[in-house]
């Protein structure tokens, strides 16, 4: 058992003098008996010993390099993402000074109910979002967005952030905001299919989820009101 364990030791000692670039022959004299490990000089200890330092140095630095290395990382992408959100407001803002304009009409808010009032303040996000994200994106209005109003309500508790969102919101009805020339009330009933931007317009979305249709429900031109018309018998 001695002599396996010797031979085991002999071994691992040349694989380590192979690894430093030492012949085993460098050593010293043969090896002693058979079986026998040879004598290591001292400088063949020193570089032996030197070695294991370095070894050890590698394995501490490792978990520190590893860490730089995420840092490093998570830092680009924090730069890519500071860039990022720079560039959608300097865009945002470009369109609030010289369009284009799009409006959410939420004149008639209070004619839904809870939930599609809920469903309205998540697409009120998913707009501002995708608008945001744009490469031209509008600049945004919610009109008739009245404080202390179930979709104002809904608005701030289901969209983080919502009060440093970039558009501008008014109490006021877009009737009384923008010249009636200058407005496009886009719908799906119209026969006219929107094919280019103006600049100079103003599009209007109206802000309405409609799983309970109201119907006969009309704009009162060059009023904010709206009214439903006397049924006929």
């Known amino acids: 058992m001695e002599g396996g364990s010797a031979a085991g030791e002999a071994e691992a000692l040349r694989e380590a003098l192979r690894l430093l670039r030492i012949e085993p022959s460098a050593a010293g004299p043969s090896e002693a008996g058979a079986g026998g490990a040879a004598p290591c000089s001292r400088n063949v200890l020193r570089k032996w010993r030197r070695w294991e330092r370095v070894l050890a140095a590698r394995r501490r630095r490792r978990p520190q390099e590893r860490e730089r290395s995420r840092a490093r990382r998570a830092g680009g992408r924090g730069a890519a993402r500071r860039h990022s959100k ?25 004619h839904m109910t809870m939930k599609e009032t809920s469903r309205l303040a998540s697409q009120i996000r998913r707009l501002y979002g995708a608008n945001r994200q744009a490469e031209k994106p509008f600049w945004l209005y919610l009109t008739e967005f009245v404080m202390g109003s179930l979709i104002y309500e809904e608005c701030f508790r289901m969209n983080d952030g919502f009060s440093n969102y970039l558009m501008d919101t008014t109490q006021e009805s877009y009737l009384d905001l923008f010249p009636v020339d200058a407005i496009v009330y886009l719908t799906p009933d119209s026969e006219n299919v929107l094919e280019d931007i103006d600049p100079k317009k103003v599009y209007i979305l109206g802000g309405l989820v409609d799983e309970s249709i109201h119907k006969n429900f009309k704009v009162l031109p060059g009023s904010s009101t709206r009214q439903r018309p006397e049924q006929s018998e």
């Open 86 to 110: 720079a560039l959608a407001e300097e865009r945002l803002l470009e369109a609030r000074a010289s369009g284009p304009r799009l409006c959410v009409d939420l004149g008639m808010a209070d």
